[in-house]
């Protein structure tokens, strides 16, 4: 009876336990939150007769055993943690072979306070300094990070960590980051552009002069974007403009060394989209100056009017007459419009602030002579700046829907006093994406 028990059990392996990620973040609340995949097995045992437990929490503050769910059958399961509290615990993943062996690994979980609109809200993990944003379809956008040049590809309705990444920076001919703030689609060419701007410290970084292309080809899940050009003067060419009317706008002194960008008569571009009907002239959405430089002056919008050729063929920009704008003394964050030419603008300060400065949503029919449409004031008391729009639902629908996204990378998400675009982990870093009603 001994012998044959020793030999059935030496009949089976040692019980094997992998994530698919060992690092993970979470919400307080949070619907949609990621998952991580978990694969077991056991030689010469059922996979599905093998059970996946969580034995410990290091922080049951965080997490206790019992806010961890485990799903599936067979050989892959599936882990989700309901947070109950902002922090980080390590949770012990534990896998029990038909034979009593075990075999554990360590998932390191972090999770962020509770935010309003939470059920309206997600969470894209890999960076959290997201600054522009565009649709390609099927519930998915491509979302740019002012921190580096890697595009990334989401999922708009779940939780979780980019679908695709690109990084076009050696075929633009960039070592630093281009500190994309804004972005356009006309058909299947995607426009982004550097905030043209100096550096936080006021200095001049060429890198940052960056306007580029990208080809879409697919949609969803399946998009792929391709290189298509680049232009490395459009600062060099709007300050050029300026000066030659008279430095109405003051570029030029916005862009002298050691000037910081983010200035109430700074010089620092958030925006990027086409006017009406154009499918050439793209609109510069400047988060500073405003017009004038002073507390209550207006959002300034200046057309570049061939950046189609600026970017294909090294054009010297040329421009058209400004736009200004009435945001409450706010200045441009971001701006989108659809098809109808129907316009969202997502406003907040020049200054470079926290969240705690007013942001706002305005809608805009795109006729430079009437004025913006207060739709919303947006949350402040939650972390992160409101950055992008996704894209413009029909402005005349009632209860329709705009995803906005924050820009979270100065926030303390967890409560250690780290700054988000300084953690060790890319699945710790994330920006909010949150759903607005913008219509009655």
């Known amino acids: 009876m001994g012998l044959g028990s020793q030999a059935q059990a030496a009949s089976y392996g040692t019980p094997t336990l992998s994530l698919s990620a060992e690092y993970l973040s979470g919400a307080v609340g949070a619907s949609g939150d990621p998952a991580v995949a978990v694969t077991v097995a056991q030689s010469g045992a059922d996979a599905g007769a093998l059970t996946v437990t969580v034995t410990k929490s290091s922080s049951t503050a965080v997490a206790t055993t019992s806010d ?13 943690v309901a947070a109950r509290g902002q922090g980080y615990t390590d949770l012990t993943v534990k896998v029990t072979g038909v034979d009593g062996r075990t075999a554990t690994r360590t998932l390191h979980y972090a999770a962020s306070a509770a935010v309003q609109q939470s059920a309206d809200s997600r969470y894209f993990t890999g960076s959290s300094d997201a600054s522009a944003a565009v649709d390609v379809g099927g519930g998915y956008a491509v979302v740019a990070d002012d921190e580096s040049n890697t595009l990334r590809l989401y999922d708009r309705s779940t939780s979780g960590a980019p679908v695709k990444t690109w990084d076009f920076s050696s075929k633009i001919g960039v070592s630093k980051e281009i500190d994309i703030e804004g972005a356009a689609r006309v058909g299947d060419t995607v426009y982004w552009t550097g905030s043209l701007g100096n550096n936080k410290d006021g200095v001049y970084k060429s890198d940052r002069n960056t306007v580029f292309t990208t080809k879409v080809t697919g949609s969803g899940a399946a998009t792929t974007l391709s290189y298509g050009g680049s232009y490395a003067k459009l600062r060099d060419d709007v300050v050029a403009w300026d000066k030659a009317n008279g430095n109405r706008y003051g570029f030029a002194a916005g862009t002298a060394d050691g000037q910081i960008p983010k200035q109430i008569d700074g010089f620092n571009v958030e925006g990027l989209e086409f006017a009406p009907g154009s499918t050439t002239t793209a609109y510069l959405g400047f988060r500073a100056p405003l017009a004038p430089a002073v507390p209550g002056g207006k959002a ?78 947006l949350p402040t008391s939650d972390p992160g700046g409101w950055e992008s729009v996704v894209d413009v639902p029909d402005l005349n629908t009632p209860g329709a829907r705009a995803q906005l996204i924050t820009d979270d990378g100065s926030a303390d998400l967890y409560g250690d006093g780290t700054e988000a675009k300084d953690l060790d982990h890319p699945e710790w870093k994330k920006s909010r994406a949150t759903w607005f009603t913008v219509t009655h």
């Open 68 to 80: 961890v769910t485990v799903t599936g059958t067979g050989g892959a399961r599936r882990l989700a």
């Open 300 to 377: 300034l919008l200046v057309p570049v009017t061939n950046i189609d050729k600026v970017v294909s063929a090294g054009a010297t920009a040329t421009f058209g007459t400004p736009v200004e704008l009435d945001l409450g003394g706010l200045s441009v964050r971001d701006i989108r419009k659809n098809a109808a030419n129907q316009y969202l603008i997502v406003a907040g300060s020049w200054a470079a602030d926290d969240n705690s400065d007013p942001y706002a949503l305005y809608s805009w029919d795109g006729n430079p002579a009437h004025a913006p449409v207060k739709r919303a004031d």
